[in-house]
């Protein structure tokens, strides 16, 4: 049993930081990598950043860039999106998809995507 929790999320001004937190716990044997979506009211989900268990962003989406970095922790458990300069169009309820290699009740080594319940984060004007 695998459990991917998420956290940081809150509301903040323009201009202002956030940091949000992608933990997994469970009988994980590596956290590889972790992709953050959003979705804002009315629209549809959208890729955010793809961060690795090596340290490095390998995606960023456009209207990010310059803003938002990705990072783990050392013990690979968890893994962080940092949004600074936010804007009001960053809000949305922001998503962690972990890709996790974990040991499953059948005791078998198994690696699957496991998403996060979800945190809100509104930027007001």
């Known amino acids: 049993q695998v459990q991917v929790v998420e956290s940081g999320g809150g509301s903040v001004q323009t201009g202002g930081s956030l940091r949000l937190s992608c933990e997994a716990s469970g009988s994980i044997r590596s956290f590889n990598a972790a992709t953050w979506y959003r979705q804002a009211p009315g629209k549809g989900r959208e890729e955010v950043a793809i961060g690795t268990s090596h340290g490095t962003t390998t995606y960023l989406a456009e209207s990010v860039k310059g803003r938002f970095t990705t990072s783990t922790d050392n013990a690979k458990t968890t893994f962080y999106l940092q949004m600074n300069d936010l804007k009001p169009e960053d809000t949305a309820v922001y998503y962690c998809?972990?890709?996790?290699?974990?040991?499953?009740?059948?005791?078998?080594?198994?690696?699957?995507?496991?998403w996060g319940q979800g945190t809100q984060v509104t930027v007001s004007s």
């Open positions: 998809q972990a890709d996790l290699t974990y040991t499953n009740d059948d005791g078998r080594v198994t690696r699957e995507f496991h």
